[in-house]
T-cell receptor, first 111, second 114 residues
Framework: QKEVEQDPGPLSVPEGAIVSLNCTYS??????FMWYRQYSRKGPELLMY????GNKEDGRFTAQVDKSSKYISLFIRDSQPSDSATYLC???????????FGKGTTLSVSS | GAVVSQHPSWVICKSGTSVKIECRSL??????MFWYRQFPKQSLMLMAT?????????EQGVEKDKFLINHASLTLSTLTVTSAHPEDSSFYIC??????????FGDGTRLSIL
């Protein structure tokens, strides 16, 4: 089993839809969870960062962590065409020295 | 805040030449910098980790003599691809972080070797 699993999609939604992006992980010792957004031919941009179970909200984005299920989610409300990008979940490894990335989910929001 | 600048954004060069890519943290001190490689429609592959003033730690399978990393200051790291060949063509991305803060990424360098 891979350490971090993420469905690569692609995921296509109409403008205004609620988007749910998900990752699962295998090691219950992982504590730090991040979501990055990557536009084509650009570097990843940090969207959300959390280390505890529960929800963290920032504008239209909500990050959710369920440590008991080893499941993390990113919700995007009122999605916009500008949200079209690849979303990468990332988890800090146990040593705290590196990030383990999911494969990324490609999202397309149509107007 | 937390801006990482990477230069150049795109470089094309002949096979056999060496190419240097710079990564700078503009508004924070980068105690650790990372270099990644990304192939089309793939996720990021960590190549090496460097701490300021120390030798870089390379991931398994990454040739340290081909990919030279220098992290001479708290704001600058460089990756030099030596004697580059077409198979080295890729998208190289650096990231930086201060202590235990999240990593922030540069915009990447598209390297094309002819």
């Amino acid at each position: 089993q891979k350490e971090v699993e993420q469905d690569p999609g692609p995921l296509s939604v109409p403008e205004g839809a609620i988007v749910s992006l998900n990752c699962t992980y295998s090691n219950s010792a992982f504590q730090y969870f991040m979501w990055y957004r990557q536009y084509s031919r650009k570097g990843p941009e940090l969207l959300m960062y959390t280390y505890s179970s529960g929800n963290k909200e920032d504008g239209r984005f909500t990050a959710q962590v369920d440590k008991s299920s080893k499941y993390i989610s990113l919700f995007i409300r009122d999605s916009q065409p500008s949200d079209s990008a690849t979303y990468l979940c990332a988890i800090m490894n146990q040593a705290g020295t590196a990030l383990i990335f999911g494969k990324g989910t490609t999202l397309s929001v149509s107007s | 805040g937390a801006v990482v600048s990477q230069h150049p954004s795109w470089v094309i060069c002949k096979s056999g030449t060496s190419v240097k890519i710079e990564c700078r943290s503009l508004d924070f001190q980068a105690t650790t910098m990372f270099w990644y490689r990304q192939f089309p429609k793939q996720s990021l592959m960590l190549m090496a980790t460097s701490n300021e003033g120390s030798k870089a730690t390379y991931e398994q399978g990454v040739e340290k003599d081909k990919f030279l990393i220098n992290h001479a200051s708290l704001t600058l790291s460089t990756l030099t691809v030596t004697s580059a060949h077409p198979e080295d063509s890729s998208f190289y991305i650096c990231s930086a972080r201060d202590l235990d803060q999240p990593q922030h990424f540069g915009d990447g360098t598209r390297l094309s070797i002819l």
